[in-house]
């Protein structure tokens, strides 16, 4: 590609850069004559314009079931009111690269930590996993799972969300934040997984700070056959149930 | 700057003026009410009842994007959850003078949609999901025109582009294809592919520019 980059050359391209798929030697040389030429930035500025208006003729559609308590959760949980002034967007933002990726990240990085630690019964999520998240180079996960959200026993609400890793070892991810009448529970609950003949194992105990907490815990047996899971205090009242269903997770990582 | 750049590195986000409010129905609070600018801003703050008003009335929006991009339900929900992150960790760098917070949070998702599918398969669209998209961008609906006369008029001139035209310019503005993967795909070659999008860009501007003369469009 030439390096003569004019108002002419420009005018040949500047749809392709507009639109954000000009190849990137031809992108530079572009974005250097911008630079220096009033009336090729305001051509270029049109056509982004049009290729905003292009995305805005898109349909509307209805998210999944639960995806506006999933994507209102991030924020909600990671910047208190007190720490918002300028300056602590950076700040923040460090604090919430570890939690506020997608769950299903977590756990592919919780399944590469149960192979070297197998024989743990189970570990508060919270610190571990950031630090194997702060470790882990950026890649493509993909896994079968099974997934499911965690709903209220008292209003119906999504509440968390678990998931299941079928394989050797096997694993369980819990995410949960109650609402209601439990929202404020401190104390132990108990996690127990359905299997699709009924069966009912309890897989371990956890404990909710102010109605949240995240756990992670070696799960023995064939997990692929699991339809369920549910919460439950100490004196057995269920906190949350949560249908299972399997999917193919993939994470692209940037 | 006033350009998008190239997907690796993101693009500058197009800004235009807009202190247009696009209110949702069905308000349940005061908060609900506040213009989309006020609510980006109070979402920097980290307070969860605008998180989840600020979501709800840009999730389908943001979702319909992503969709329309993947064509994979879940890939589009991971793209349209990490556009709401993004959201929020942008929310104080968002400055309202340079373009409507629904473009910058679009623009959001059209990027991050159209790099997960590049990071998930080799090929960026199936050509049936291409015939679909330039439906729907061509549709006009009534209601649609009396809504947004602007938006009516382009899907209009979308529609008068010969087909060759919408395809290209579909695949490189809806799917973030290049000349390149054009050119390959339609088996045609590069140059072709470079002047269906620029004919077809170049057509739009015109409407946009003078949105009375859209039907001269060729």
């Given at each position: 590609m030439s390096g003569d980059m004019n108002c002419g050359r420009l005018r040949e391209i500047g749809a392709e850069l507009a639109l954000g798929v000009l190849p990137g030697r031809e992108r530079a040389e572009a974005v250097a004559h911008l630079d220096r030429c009033a009336n090729c930035r305001e051509y270029v500025r049109q056509l982004t314009l049009v290729g905003d208006r292009l995305i805005g003729l898109l349909p509307e559609r209805e998210p999944p079931p639960g995806f506006e308590t999933r994507a209102a959760r991030l924020p909600a949980r990671q910047?208190?009111?007190?720490?918002?002034?300028?300056?602590a967007a950076d700040r923040a933002f460090r604090h919430l690269r570890g939690r506020a990726r997608r769950a299903r990240l977590r756990l592919a990085a919780v399944a590469t930590a149960l192979t070297v630690a197998v024989g743990f019964a189970g570990w508060g999520i919270g610190t571990a996993v950031e630090e194997v998240l702060a470790s882990s180079a950026p890649a493509a996960e993909s896994e079968l799972m099974l997934v499911g959200d965690m709903t209220s026993t008292v209003g119906g609400e999504t509440v968390g969300e678990v998931y299941a890793h079928p394989g050797t070892p096997g694993w369980i991810f819990v995410s949960v934040g109650l609402t209601g009448p439990h929202a404020s529970y401190t104390g132990k609950v108990t996690c127990l997984l359905e299997h699709a003949d009924g069966r009912i194992v309890r897989v371990g105990d956890f404990t909710l700070n102010g109605g949240r907490g995240e756990w992670g815990v070696a799960a023995p047996g064939d997990l692929s056959t699991l339809s369920g899971a549910r919460l439950t205090m100490p004196d057995g009242t269920v906190l949350a149930t949560a249908h299972l269903q399997k999917g193919q997770v993939v994470e692209p990582e940037k | 700057m006033i350009f998008r750049g190239g997907r690796a590195g993101g693009r500058a986000i197009p800004w235009r003026p807009s202190s247009v409010y696009r209110g949702v129905s069905g308000f349940r609070s005061p908060v609900d009410r506040l213009p989309d600018e006020a609510l980006l801003s109070g979402l920097a703050t980290g307070d969860p009842e605008l998180a989840v008003v600020f979501v709800r009335r840009f999730q389908r929006r943001v979702f319909g994007v992503a969709m329309a991009v993947t064509g994979d339900e879940q890939l589009a929900e991971d793209v349209a959850q990490s556009t709401f992150e993004r959201a929020w960790r942008h929310a104080q760098i968002y400055d309202s003078r340079r373009g409507s917070v629904t473009t910058w949070l679009t623009t959001i998702a059209h990027n991050l949609a159209v790099d997960a599918v590049r990071a998930r398969r080799t090929e960026p669209m199936a050509p049936e999901d291409l015939d679909a998209v330039i439906g729907v961008v061509t549709e006009t609906p009534e209601q649609w025109a009396l809504a947004d006369e602007t938006a009516a008029q382009l899907r209009a001139a979308v529609a008068r582009l010969p087909r060759e035209q919408a395809r290209a310019l579909v695949m490189a503005g809806i799917y973030g294809m290049t000349a390149q993967q054009i050119a390959d795909a339609e088996r045609i070659p590069l140059g072709t592919a470079k002047t269906r999008i620029r004919a077809a860009m170049a057509k739009l501007r015109t409407t946009l520019a003078s949105p009375k003369r859209g039907d001269h469009v060729r």
């Open positions: 910047a208190p009111a007190h720490e918002a002034p300028a300056g | -």
